[in-house]
């Protein structure tokens, strides 16, 4: 293994997500002391220069640009981050990757498979590390049930039923700025909120091979406004044989961020609820026992990452935290000079397939099948 050596960020894109990420930025190398030796905050680029330099101001980035090519062509950048809207998803990371940068995109990969396949080809010829940003499969109590399914825990997988469900754009009156525009989002909720319960599914359950999709637009945007889809609900078949139902709104009252699962095996169950992103429930044992039920267990050292932030099961993480650890997964990477490290770009190619044939069935009114 190579001597951990500082690792040099730029960021193309200074919106929320960007704030988000360069949190994560500043702890990183503290909390994962088996990674990069320091991160170091080099640029961040955005075509609104005011708003680079706000939050370069804010997160002590050392300089700001207006052309993302500045961040993606620098001698002194390691690794791109790219959180700018999905249609600039290919083209600033394809570039980053050609002249010999990491990557880290935000989801979903891209607005359509012909770029997502694009940028997974690209970080092929390239030999640098890719990531996209599903890091609610590494949050740890999500990671968990992956490891209890792989330890047989709930016996072999029968049903997987998620959601991924909001509601901050019920209100009609709500600007919902690029995601609104199918050219720049390439879909709706579906593809903002949904790619994260698709990816969750996947990490679960294995590959999705069919679709059965009704996407909706259920509230009336002002004049002009595009009837992307703000509520899609999905039924699919695994490649294990298992099946699903995925849900996924931005318009639907009552759910604030209601992201949760139900996961049925024949020998057990686990559920896990976003709103009690501190806990996981499991079931086991025998069922024909009427005592028989989910038992709740608090997140802490004994599942994955925890300990790198809290001491005791239930002290707690937040929000901020799932960042720190999925940018601390692929900073490890890199600095240790591993080829991969999921979720990777092909993952996130994946998850845009399923999209794609969501949309597909929804227009048809059958099945899709994957290819």
């Known amino acids: 293994m190579t001597e951990a050596r500082e690792l040099r960020i730029g960021v193309v894109g200074a919106g929320y997500i960007a704030q988000v990420h360069s949190a994560a930025y500043r702890v990183v190398a503290g909390t994962y002391d088996d990674g990069p030796a320091g991160v170091r905050l080099m640029a961040v680029a955005d075509a609104d220069g005011e708003r680079a330099r706000r939050l370069g101001s804010a997160w002590g980035w050392e300089r700001t640009e207006t052309d993302w090519r500045a961040i993606t062509r ?15 998803h290919a083209e ?13 995109c935000e989801k979903p990969l891209a607005g359509d498979v012909k770029s997502a396949a694009a940028m997974c080809d690209a970080a092929s010829a390239a030999g640098r590390l890719a990531q996209v940003c599903f890091y609610y499969r590494l949050w740890p109590a999500i990671a968990w049930a992956r490891e209890l399914v792989e330890q047989g825990a709930i016996g072999r997988v029968q049903h997987f039923r998620g959601w991924m469900l909001q509601d901050y754009a019920a209100d009609a009156g709500h600007d919902l700025g690029w995601r609104a525009r199918r050219a720049d989002a390439g879909a709706g909720a579906l593809g903002d909120l949904g790619s994260h319960i698709i990816d969750i599914a996947r990490t679960l359950c294995g590959e999705v091979t069919d679709v059965c999709a009704r996407t909706k637009s259920t509230v009336r945007r002002a004049e002009g406004g595009s009837p992307i889809d703000d509520l899609a609900t999905l039924l699919v078949e695994f490649e294990s044989g298992a099946s699903g139902l995925l849900e996924a709104s931005w318009a639907l009252r009552g759910h604030t961020c209601d992201l949760g699962f139900d996961l049925v095996g024949d020998a057990g169950a686990i559920r896990f609820s976003w709103e009690r992103f501190n806990e996981l429930e499991l079931l086991s044992g025998d069922a024909g026992d009427p005592a028989n039920g989910f038992r709740r267990v608090y997140i802490g050292g004994a599942q994955p ?6 001491a005791v099961a239930g002290q707690g993480l937040g929000y901020r935290d799932a960042f720190t650890i999925g940018l601390g997964h692929a900073l490890r990477a890199i600095s240790r000079e591993e080829a991969t490290v999921a979720p990777t770009f092909a993952d996130g190619l994946a998850v845009t397939r399923v999209v794609a044939a969501a949309l597909a069935s929804s227009a048809s009114g059958g099945w899709v099948r994957l290819g």
């Open 305 to 310: 990452d925890v300990d790198r932030f809290v």
């Open 74 to 88: 620098a001698d002194d950048i390691d690794v791109v981050d790219v959180s700018v809207p999905n249609a600039l």
């Open 92 to 104: 600033v990371a394809i570039d980053a990757l050609q002249h010999g940068k990491h990557v880290i």
